[in-house]
């Protein structure tokens, strides 16, 4: 393989518990705890786990949105985990995120036109008339009249406020992108055509997607590849066919059983997880998987996988996966 | 976009009904227009020099003489038209306090709460050392320094009332700034400025407006206190605080002197309190995230 | 709780320091400095000023003076009136009695009365009580305290002559209680207008919250009576956002006092600001402030003991 265009290694996101009065450190809540991703160019990988399991925090971590507290982050070949603002500022243009709220991510008090000119007006890109063709061209590209610009996002369906966050996303013609759960807060009526305007935009701009979700099935239409995360780690990465036809992870293997449109061949309703996730707050010591896992030893208890290559482009993080 | 109404236009049309409601805060801006109405024009409005004096016509009692409708002072001036050139000057001094106040306080709040850290706690311990002192004496002991100007009684109001200001925006900002928007910006590389005054402040808007109106009616009040005492605005020009002062010498006698400046007094306080009070109610801070 | 209250006094420091540092600052950094008085007097000399400069120590490094006038605040040496030189702490507690005096029945009245009206309004909210004490509690907050306190004077003073217009005492009555009595009652009046209408607010406002909560729903559930739920439920419950009130309107209640004594001539602290104010007193300005400050943050600190006293759970914070 070529050089990734992102490579993601021992991210970590601790966040500390302050006590409400003296704000010390009274514990720590390790909401992304070494993880590790690769992004090809043009690729989509998607990122699939549980509510709580840190999907938010790695993906804004990875743009520096949240400050990473461990881990390198390397975005085409430089080292990006570190750089101050000023340094980061060129990256900013090169990746992008769509919210997983298509309400709380337009500001409220801007017009449409506003909210796209934005990035032109931060690169300094163009001038007033320049913007506003920009602006068009970029409506334009999402499906929405130009007439747009000059509404406000509150006159705007979920759907088309989604809308207006890719085409926002897209001002400054990144080369990764980000969809944080980008139609989980969507009608199942309008998720599909915003996953097939984000599939075609790919296809036409060559962009590369980290496609964050909880619902395997939607990741099923739009993966190359598929990371499963499990409290603040990776626990299996894989080709789509390879994670859909075989999972080697308990975990995985749980997830799949609770498709409700089970993917043929593949049928083992035994593992819906026990239990509840464990807080990221307190996680349980060795493999985080183990207090729910049907398949745990004594071993599982005392220490964690190291991720294993089972297969090319297939890793996954458990005692009993061997290669 | 079927039901689409634009904006601000559909936002105002809430508020203000809810506005409607309040029916003190009607009567509230109805004052408020009033005053604001006589202090503009209240030279057109005056029938008299509010500064000429006429030493045979002291003390003329309200409603007997149609050139003087609500009298003449200690010095025969007329007093409607001292009571509307002092209403000038109190809605001026107001005014500004309040543009400062809301200037620094809104400025404090929102580095407070987007910058956090040690920015954060340096700046609200100051703001709570500050709350500590009571405010009329820090705005009497500073009033007490700076040659009484009206620029300058308005700036030491303002800069000794703007702690709640700080806190209210500061508690907004802490809210605003956890929004997907906001990551959107920085996402985009936007500098800490432009999300400060281009993201947040236009979204703190409607606090800091109710702050900003009830402030008119505290530095209304601290200007005439102070003025009364003689530390704010200096005779001749009249202001409400020291026509009460003059009218404390003869207040057994004529008291409808003393009455008229602290009527007004009353009056535009209320007057801006009740309207601040029902634009809070009617600016519901929920509205703002409506889809 | 020992540990709690051993927090928040390490946590009163940083303000005690503030507050020094700002009292400090404006006598130091206003024009003239704190010789102004002098400077402009033309009677006084040159060299006068500069004998006076070396007395109080003005000719040192600021940062010098400002660390032995702290020092000297933490010792109980306050520093000397410039007219007269009297220590500044022995001026300034001279004064403090009558304050208290004032204050202290005016808060008691104000409690009294703002509590009662609130707990009313919040039980029978929506009255044509509970719509006229809200309203009348908007007025009442909007009114100039001096202005107010003119009316109160002209018209139970001058007009009805029921009550002596200003002083603490008739000429030649000095201790007399029942003269004493009669002169408190206009200016505790006056002070108490406000801080009613604000009692009553609050106090409506957190015993309606109260009174949703679980337990009350519990209690009623049980058949206790009504009283009983007000008195054994609501109230410890309802305390304590009002405790924390008492110390957060400390300040309001100085500036207010100090309004209402220059208006009634009532001898205490508000009154001799004023007169400090009129002499360009700067030690004793910078001593009141510093004592008031010193005041409101020891009110804040026991409010919040006390607060920890009903509510364990406080402590734990
Ligand atoms: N600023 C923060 N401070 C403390 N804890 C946080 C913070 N942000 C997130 N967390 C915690 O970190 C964990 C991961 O949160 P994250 O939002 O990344 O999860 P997610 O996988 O995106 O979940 P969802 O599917 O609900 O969006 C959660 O337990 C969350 O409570
Ligand atoms: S390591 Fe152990 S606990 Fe973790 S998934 Fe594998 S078997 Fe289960
Ligand atoms: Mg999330």
Known sequence: MAEPLLQVRGLEVHFPIRSAMLRRRIGTVRAVDGVDLEVARGETLALVGESGCGKTTTGKSILRLIEPTGGSIRFAGEEIARHPPARLAPFRRRMQIVFQDPYASLNPRMTVGGILAAPFEIHRIGDAKDRAERVAALLRTVGLPPEAARRYPHEFSGGQRQRIGIARALALEPELVIGDEPVSALDVSIQAQIINLMKRLQAELGLAYIMISHNLAVVSHVADRVAVMYLGRVVETAPREALFFDARHPYTQALLSAVPEPVPGRRRARQVPQGDVPSPANPPPGCHFHPRCPLAIARCAQEAPAPRIVAPGHAVACHLVSP | MSAAVSAPEGQLARVWQRFRRHRLALAGAFVVALLMASALFASVFAPQDPTLLDTSLRFVPPFTDWRYPLGTDELGRDTLSRLLHGGQVSLTVGLVAMVTTVLTGALIGIAAGYLGGIADTLLMRFVDTMLCFPQVFLLLVVAAFVPPTLLSISLVIGLTSWMEVSRIVRAEILHLKEQDFVAAARALGASRTRIMVRELLPNAAAPILVAATLKVASAVLMESYISYLGYGVQPPLASWGNMLTNAQGYFDTVPWLAILPGAAITLTVMGFNFLGDGLRDALDPRLRMDP | ?317
Not at chain 3, 30 to 58: C, H, K, M, S
Not at chain 3, 76 to 93: A, C, E, K, Q, S
Not at chain 3, 206 to 225: I, W
């Open chain 3, 1 to 317: 709780m020992i540990g709690f209250v051993a927090r928040r006094l390490l946590q009163a420091i940083p303000l005690l320091i503030g507050v020094s540092l700002i009292g400090f600052g404006l006598m130091h950094l206003a024009p003239g400095g704190p010789l102004a008085v002098y400077t402009l007097n033309p009677t006084i000399q040159a060299q006068d000023i500069e004998r006076i400069r070396i007395i109080f120590g003005l000719d040192q490094p600021i940062h010098v003076q400002y660390v032995k006038w702290a020092t000297g605040i933490v010792s109980g040496n306050w520093g000397y009136t410039f007219f007269g030189g009297r220590p500044v702490l022995d001026v300034i507690l001279e004064r403090l009695p009558a304050t208290m005096l004032l204050m202290g029945s005016a808060l008691s009245v104000a409690i009294l009365l703002g509590l009662s009206i609130g707990i009313l309004g919040a039980v029978r909210r929506y009255s044509v009580f509970d719509v006229l004490a809200t309203t009348g509690a908007l007025f009442a907050l909007s009114f100039p305290t001096f202005w107010f306190g003119l009316m109160a004077i002209y018209v139970f003073a001058i007009q009805l002559r029921w009550l002596p217009s200003g002083g603490m005492w008739e000429l030649g009555e000095e201790g007399n209680i029942l003269s004493l009595l009669r002169h408190l009652v206009l200016p505790t009046m006056v002070l108490a207008l406000v801080i009613t209408a604000t009692w009553s607010r609050y106090s409506r406002s957190a015993f309606l919250e109260v009174m949703h909560q679980d337990y009350m729903r519990t209690a009623r559930a049980k058949g206790l009576p009504p009283r009983q739920r007000l008195l054994r439920h609501a109230f410890p419950n309802a305390a304590k956002p009002l405790i924390a009130l008492l110390g957060v309107e400390l300040p309001f209640l100085f500036s207010g006092a100090l309004v209402t004594e220059t208006i009634f001539g009532w001898p205490g602290m508000g009154r001799l600001f004023v007169d400090a104010l009129n002499m360009k007193e700067y030690p004793v300005l910078m001593g009141m402030m510093m004592f008031t400050a010193i005041f409101v943050i020891i009110g804040n600190l026991l409010a919040d003991i006390a607060i920890a006293a009903i509510d364990p759970r406080v402590r734990l914070q």
